[in-house]
């Protein structure tokens, strides 16, 4: 049974405080590890690179290969069953438009004094896109993470994804090929995110590394920042829903499930302003449990992390809807933009009582790496931006040399930096 | 004396290679203790800081006080030399105009299925503005990192800074006042930033943290990453000059010594196509030196990291600058424009004769906080993205919902994410 909590309750600023402050995340403790599996990648590269692959993946990367080739992606691809090939190409075609409207504008103008100052956008060379083996591998999240560095312009996009015993999701290798992966590495691990990163010499290195992983994998992106550029940490899934009693309780219960069985760990709170409502909702997640084959992980994450809390009206729950700062947020009601208008932190939202956050985790388009644990407080789902820098620019002629010159001439001296001063001084003295 | 190369030599490739693999960054092995320092901070809070401010700063928080007023730093503003005033204030005002132009668009619109789809942008509650005591205390550096944090839409701005036996740079205070900060509280190291990140009693948390320091900083803010936002892990300064023989040899000079006197391991590097021009400059650097107060920084830098290449044509230059993708970069020939279409990589470019890079360091507008240690290649300077973040948002109706909503029922089926499928099935069931 899920947590129940009513914002009357005498207890419940306290109640919800821990609520908010439950950090799902382990300290997994795996950081001395991951450094020693980064460090020895680094020094001996694809010796390394072998002997942790036949280590973790009972996998023989000289003897049965390091690489996937694309031609077998395009022959997972047409292999498909057409339903789901359809469904791969609706997606990508859905996820493909919705970042290009993404793509940031240059910008170059010239001010009062005279001054050209501009940014130009462009993208990183090489990405990396990590993609977990076993249970976790998701065709979606291959589209999620390639297509934006496609849209964005990189021109080398890698793949890497462990193999465990040889074994490959043909779904992941058509979703690479739809996605337009140009390399596929059958590594995996923190020996993976090194390799990446540092290069070895079958593997050259990327500039940008992203996509989910372990608790290992996430520790080697995250010791790698500043090597190479990252994807936001990423904890847990987790789901907030805002609905009112005009909502058949059976789906609002599947959208909470639809959290709860990503992983015991997953959070799943429902808001809403009608007791009668919230029991009704509780009761569908118990009827909904048994007719799923995810019936013990979501049993488990609703029972440990999941919540219903009643309110004495919808608005008193944004301040606590944004506490939370959820990766989904749905608000299931007629009105939705009256409640989207006081939403400052989430990472995604549903509007609407015909928007299931499901649909965002396949085919609307936007996104579905977003950010979890509070983290929409700073973060944002990932984007083309990602895989792009910008660069900045500026160009003087002599009148604006001459009007700001010699302000920066002041602060550097100001500051003690007289080679400052007399690179602007002696063009003033022109 | 700087490093001498020539495209044309037989062991170029290899010494330019050696170039740009050279880490200028030293693992200082401050990691565990930096742990030491965050653990104890997030345990103890302000007895902690009180202690370890005490030990590194000889500064007694309780006694002595915790906090600068603002009241404070609007009398060092006061108080300024007039000409000093005025250098600030037109900074300042430029660098605000600046980052406005940099705030993104929300998209809101309908596709032909009839979803809508949008992403709204919006400000970080609280950021943290890290400014270094003692001799790199430069008030330039808080209007680069603060105003955009303003400008972004934060509502609380909060400085930290250390004050080593009580001191307070005046300038540092004048500048926190122009730029709007809120709180200024005395601390600093891995204890302030391990405080912005998790609070303490006095100190609220924040969301983001910016702004340079010195190893320990840096490592905090590194470790940290994922509990707030950071900006771009930070290195050493450096600077590529692209120039002909057209140029008076003592400005590109003052240029390349404008990185140098930065610190011992700041880099300068000249590219020419003229070899007389090369040695003019060389001669150059050794004239200005002895009439620099920072001559054994630059000296130490130059002799060390320094290095000039010659080139047959300036074109030939390219491919090697995109390489080194240096934090900031000068273009001074008569059509920049010609060189900067091929630039891929950099920080901020520096366009013509009359651009030296210290303007960008202080009054044009553009942020001076850049990546460095070829982060160009993944990494952007500082902006109101870094206190902003993404939130993306859907809308169905029946006529989208039954339109995509299908696919997302066949993709979920096959990635075995019943509960998924069931919150879609149930409303295409409606």
Same mark, same amino acid.
């Given at each position: 049974?899920?947590?129940?909590?009513?914002?009357?309750?005498?207890?419940?600023?306290?109640?919800?405080?821990?609520?908010?402050?439950?950090?799902?995340?382990?300290?997994?403790?795996?950081? =001395?590890?991951?450094?020693?599996?980064?460090?020895?990648?680094?020094?001996?590269?694809?010796?390394?690179?072998?002997?942790?692959?036949?280590?973790?993946?009972?996998?023989?990367?000289?003897?049965?290969?390091?690489?996937?080739?694309?031609?077998?992606?395009?022959?997972?691809?047409?292999?498909?069953?057409?339903?789901?090939?359809?469904?791969?190409?609706?997606?990508?075609?859905?996820?493909?438009?919705?970042?290009?409207?993404?793509?940031?504008?240059?910008?170059?103008?010239?001010?009062?004094?005279?001054?050209?100052?501009?940014?130009?956008?462009?993208?990183?060379?090489?990405?990396?896109?990590?993609?977990?083996?076993?249970?976790?591998?998701?065709?979606?999240?291959?589209?999620?993470?390639?297509?934006?560095?496609?849209?964005?312009?990189?021109?080398?996009?890698?793949?890497?994804?462990?193999?465990?015993?040889?074994?490959?999701?043909?779904?992941?290798?058509?979703?690479?090929?739809?996605?337009?992966?140009?390399?596929?590495?059958?590594?995996?691990?923190?020996?993976?995110?090194?390799?990446?990163?540092?290069?070895?010499?079958?593997?050259?290195?990327?500039?940008?590394?992203?996509?989910?992983?372990?608790?290992?994998?996430?520790?080697?992106?995250?010791?790698?920042?500043?090597?190479?550029?990252?994807?936001?940490?990423?904890?847990?899934?987790?789901?907030?829903?805002?609905?009112?009693?005009?909502?058949?309780?059976?789906?609002?219960?599947?959208?909470?499930?639809?959290?709860?069985?990503?992983?015991?760990?997953?959070?799943?709170?429902?808001?809403?302003?009608?007791?009668?409502?919230?029991?009704?909702?509780?009761?569908?997640?118990?009827?909904?449990?048994?007719?799923?084959?995810?019936?013990?992980?979501?049993?488990?994450?609703?029972?440990?992390?999941?919540?219903?809390?009643?309110?004495?009206?919808?608005?008193?729950?944004?301040?606590?809807?944004?506490?939370?700062?959820?990766?989904?947020?749905?608000?299931?009601?007629?009105?939705?933009?009256?409640?989207?208008?006081?939403?400052?932190?989430?990472?995604?939202?549903?509007?609407? =009582?015909?928007?299931?956050?499901?649909?965002?985790?396949?085919?609307?388009?936007?996104?579905?790496?977003?950010?979890?644990?509070?983290?929409?407080?700073?973060?944002?789902?990932?984007?083309?931006?990602?895989?792009?820098?910008?660069?900045?620019?500026?160009?003087?002629?002599?009148?604006?040399?001459?009007?700001?010159?010699?302000?920066?001439?002041?602060?550097?001296?100001?500051?003690?930096?007289?080679?400052?001063?007399?690179?602007?001084?002696?063009?003033?003295?022109?």
């Amino acid at each position: 049974m899920s947590l129940r909590l009513d914002t009357g309750d005498a207890g419940f600023a306290k109640a919800f405080d821990a609520l908010v402050d439950d950090r799902r995340e382990s300290d997994a403790g795996v950081s =001395r590890d991951v450094a020693a599996i980064i460090a020895d990648v680094r020094a001996r590269g694809d010796l390394a690179l072998a002997e942790l692959t036949a280590k973790f993946d009972r996998f023989d990367l000289d003897a049965q290969g390091w690489s996937i080739g694309l031609q077998e992606c395009a022959a997972a691809y047409a292999a498909l069953e057409p339903g789901l090939r359809e469904a791969l190409d609706l997606a990508a075609a859905r996820i493909r438009a919705f970042h290009a409207s993404q793509k940031p504008e240059d910008k170059d103008s010239i001010d009062a004094t005279g001054a050209r100052l501009g940014s130009r956008w462009s993208a990183v060379e090489a990405a990396g896109v990590y993609v977990p083996g076993g249970r976790a591998a998701y065709p979606s999240s291959v589209l999620m993470n390639a297509i934006p560095a496609k849209v964005a312009g990189v021109d080398r996009l890698v793949m890497v994804t462990p193999t465990p015993g040889g074994s490959v999701n043909p779904l992941v290798l058509a979703a690479a090929h739809i996605a337009g992966v140009d390399e596929i590495w059958r590594v995996g691990g923190a020996q993976a995110v090194a390799a990446l990163a540092y290069g070895t010499g079958r593997i050259q290195p990327v500039d940008v590394i992203t996509g989910p992983g372990n608790a290992w994998v996430a520790e080697a992106k995250r010791q790698l920042y500043g090597v190479v550029g990252i994807d936001m940490v990423a904890g847990p899934s987790e789901i907030v829903v805002v609905a009112d009693a005009q909502n058949d309780p059976a789906l609002i219960a599947a959208d909470l499930l639809s959290q709860a069985e990503h992983d015991p760990t997953s959070q799943s709170i429902l808001f809403t302003d009608d007791t009668g409502f919230a029991d009704a909702v509780a009761a569908a997640v118990e009827a909904h449990l048994p007719t799923l084959a995810t019936q013990a992980t979501a049993r488990e994450s609703w029972a440990t992390y999941g919540a219903i809390i009643t309110v004495r009206d919808l608005d008193e729950a944004m301040p606590l809807v944004n506490r939370l700062a959820a990766e989904h947020l749905e608000l299931a009601v007629d009105d939705p933009d009256a409640l989207f208008a006081k939403v400052r932190h989430a990472g995604s939202v549903f509007l609407g =009582r015909m928007t299931p956050e499901a649909i965002g985790d396949y085919v609307a388009g936007p996104n579905h790496v977003l950010p979890t644990g509070r983290r929409a407080r700073f973060a944002s789902g990932l984007s083309v931006l990602d895989f792009m820098k910008r660069t900045s620019f500026l160009q003087l002629n002599e009148g604006a040399l001459d009007a700001i010159g010699p302000a920066a001439v002041a602060l550097a001296g100001a500051e003690g930096l007289p080679a400052h001063a007399l690179s602007v001084a002696l063009r003033l003295d022109r």
